[in-house]
Each structure stands twice: as structure tokens, then as C-alpha cells.
């Protein structure tokens, strides 16, 4: 899938410049977008739910700064994923230079029970995606 989204002044710095933890909260936009574009109901899936899918872990690769105002696009990919967890990168081209990432970023999500707070089995509908998206991308 891909998220196209313009970089607001809210999501920079004192210098205009995208501030590192906004792209990682637009990269989440993206993540959450696709799962509504799969037919997964966001509310229902974690509102009375039994588990919680967290972020353990975030890190991102800045290749060129990012202006308020730039348009961007953002590429998903599922790197990695069992029964209990998942990594996704996300590959950030400006429309200024299209050829080339401008940031690279990856988030890590467990999911978990939230009465013991152990990993637990994802829910069938994240499992279903991570399944579609995975045999997508080798095609």
C-alpha cells in the first residue's frame, strides 16, 4: 500500500524541518490506513479487547530534511512476522526527489495480553493481513 501525506507545520520544528518522532506518528497513520483499507475495524479490534498490539521498538533513518509543506509518499512493507508479533518498514519519498527514500523507518509491534501482559497470539484479522501483505510483496 501506499499513504500519500503533506508535511504540516504542526509536524516541524522550530526550523521547519519534520521533527523526527512526527514522521514515526505519520508512519503509523499509514499502518493504521492500510488496516482500514483491509476491512479492519480499528475500534472494534482493540476497544473490549483482550490484547494490545504495542510498539517495542521504533527507529528511523533520516537520507535528507523534510519541509513543512512537502508532500510525501510512503511505501509499506512487512518485513518480518510470526503468530505473536510483526515489523513493518516504511520507505518516505518526497515528491521533490522521487527516486530516492528520503527516510527509512521500521516499528516493531507485539502483540499482547493485557491482563498479564504476555505475548499472546495476534488476532486473526492482523494475522490475515500480515499473510496478504507478505505473499503481495513476493509476487
Request: charged fraction near 15%.
Amino acid at each position: 500500500m501506499t499513504y500519500h501525506r503533506t508535511i504540516h507545520l504542526s509536524d516541524t520544528d522550530a526550523a521547519g524541518v519534520v521533527y523526527f518522532s512526527s514522521l514515526l506518528s505519520i508512519c503509523h497513520e499509514a499502518y493504521e490506513r492500510e488496516l482500514q483499507l483491509m476491512g479492519i475495524d480499528l475500534k472494534s479490534l482493540f476497544l473490549n479487547s483482550e490484547i494490545a498490539i504495542p510498539i517495542t521498538h521504533a527507529e528511523i533513518d533520516f537520507y535528507q530534511p523534510l519541509f513543512c509543506g512537502y508532500n510525501l509518499r510512503l511505501d509499506i512493507s512487512i518485513t518480518n512476522y510470526n503468530n505473536t508479533g510483526f515489523s513493518i518498514t516504511y520507505y518516505v519519498i518526497s515528491e521533490l526527489i522521487p527516486n530516492k527514500y528520503s527516510a527509512i523507518a521500521q516499528t516493531t509491534h507485539v502483540s499482547i495480553d493485557i491482563n498479564n501482559r504476555q505475548r499472546t497470539s495476534l488476532a486473526p484479522s492482523i494475522l490475515n493481513w500480515l499473510h496478504k501483505k507478505s505473499e503481495n510483496m513476493h509476487k
